[in-house]
C-alpha cells in the first residue's frame, strides 16, 4: 500500500475523526486520544485506542512485532489480523520472546516483520521505574530495520524522533498524539526500510 492508501484506509476506519492528510510524500496527523482509566494499569502501555488507529493505517500488515511491549496481551491482540509477537527484556510482562532489543537480529532472522512497533522507555527516568537501563534509540532503530523486510514498515512511538540512517530508513510520517491535560504530548514517527 502507498501512503495515500493507508491514509484512507485510517479515514474509512475512523470517518467522525480528524482524518490523517498526506502531503506530496508526507502523512500527519495530531490524535486527541482522550483519558481513559480502565487500561492495563501498566505504567508506560500503550495510549488508550493507539493500537487501533495505528493498526488502521497498516491494515495489510501479516507479520508484527510489539517492541517493548509492557503489559500488552494475547487478548489485547485478539481483534487484529496477522501473527504478533511481543517482545520485552523484562520477563513479568510476560511477552512471546524477552530479548534485549539491542539483541533483535540475533533472535530473529532478517526482514522477518513488515510492520515493527516500538514505546520504549522514554527518558531515563522511565526506565529507572521499569528497573531497565535507557536504551540508544539509533542502536535499536537499527536492529528494528534489520528485522523488517524490505519496503516494511516501523512506527517509533516517543516523546522524540530517533535519529536514523536515511540509507536504511525513509521517514514519511509524523502523528502527534495528545491524552489530555497534564499527560506528556508524545509522535509516532513512521518509516520505511529501504535497504540493507
Not at 475523526?17 to 510524500?25: A, E, I, K, L, M
Not at 522477518?112 to 542502536?139: C, H, Q
Not at 510520517?173 to 529501504?194: E, K, P
Amino acid at each position: 500500500m502507498n501512503i495515500q492508501e493507508r491514509a484512507e484506509s485510517y479515514n474509512r476506519t475512523f470517518p467522525k475523526w480528524p482524518p490523517v492528510s498526506v502531503h506530496d510524500r508526507w502523512l500527519h496527523a495530531v490524535w486527541i486520544l482522550g483519558n481513559n482509566y480502565r487500561g492495563s494499569g501498566y505504567y508506560g502501555s500503550y495510549p488508550p485506542n493507539y493500537l487501533r488507529r495505528v493498526m488502521a493505517l497498516f491494515p495489510d500488515a501479516k507479520n508484527v512485532l510489539h517492541l517493548f511491549s509492557g503489559s500488552l496481551t494475547p487478548e489485547g491482540l485478539s481483534g487484529f489480523p496477522g501473527q504478533h509477537v511481543r517482545v520485552d527484556i523484562n520477563p513479568k510482562c510476560k511477552p512471546d520472546i524477552v530479548c534485549d532489543a539491542v539483541t533483535l537480529s540475533s533472535v530473529f532472522e532478517e526482514e522477518t516483520f513488515d510492520l515493527v512497533l516500538a514505546d520504549p522507555p522514554y527518558s531515563k527516568e522511565d526506565a529507572e521505574r521499569y528497573g531497565v537501563p535507557m536504551i540508544n534509540r539509533k542502536k535499536v532503530l537499527e536492529e528494528a530495520a534489520k528485522v523488517t523486510t524490505v519496503g516494511g514498515n516501523i512506527v517509533w512511538l516517543d516523546q522524540v524522533a530517533p535519529i536514523f540512517r536515511k540509507s536504511l530508513l525513509h521517514m514519511w510520517g509524523l502523528i502527534g498524539i495528545f491524552r489530555s491535560t497534564n499527560n506528556r504530548f508524545r509522535m509516532a514517527s513512521i518509516f520505511s526500510r529501504v535497504g540493507k
